[in-house]
């Protein structure tokens, strides 16, 4: 197989997200540690969050997943208000910074995805 130009963008592609990954996954890990209990404060009468607590029980890796949980629920919280599974006066009162950086966090994330599924189709593309 002969290395082009194509692949060694891509590559650069793919390590610079993985790059992006590991590092919200630092940001993740050093938040559950040191703002979990601020975040569960503002949000422990909702259904949805303390259904997940079991997170907490599993590490490091758990309270990641936790952190990752209330960004999720805090950037789209219209559909489980409505259902009546997250409680719409906790999410108001939440703070704003730590909302907003939860909310942030939650769509680098989302993107960093993406873009890890956009830089597969693009691998198979050049291997075909």
């Known amino acids: 197989m002969v290395i082009t130009t194509a692949h060694i963008v891509l590559g650069v592609f ?3 997200t993985f ?14 540690y040191t703002r979990m209990d601020e975040m569960l404060g503002y949000v422990k009468n909702c259904q949805m969050i303390t259904g997940n607590r079991f997170y907490l029980h599993m590490g490091a890796w758990g309270r990641m997943m936790m952190v990752g949980v209330v960004a999720g629920y805090l950037a ?37 995805l ?15």
């Open 114 to 128: 993406a873009s890890l599924g956009l830089e597969y189709i693009a691998m198979t593309i050049i291997r075909g």
């Open 76 to 112: 789209c919280p219209g559909f489980f208000i409505r259902r009546g599974l997250l409680d719409a006066d906790e999410i108001n009162n939440f703070p704003q910074p730590l909302k907003r950086r939860l909310i942030v966090s939650h769509w680098i994330m989302g993107g960093l």
């Open 14 to 16: 793919i390590g610079i």
């Open 19 to 32: 790059l992006g990954m590991f590092t919200m996954i630092g940001v993740y890990i050093y938040w559950g």
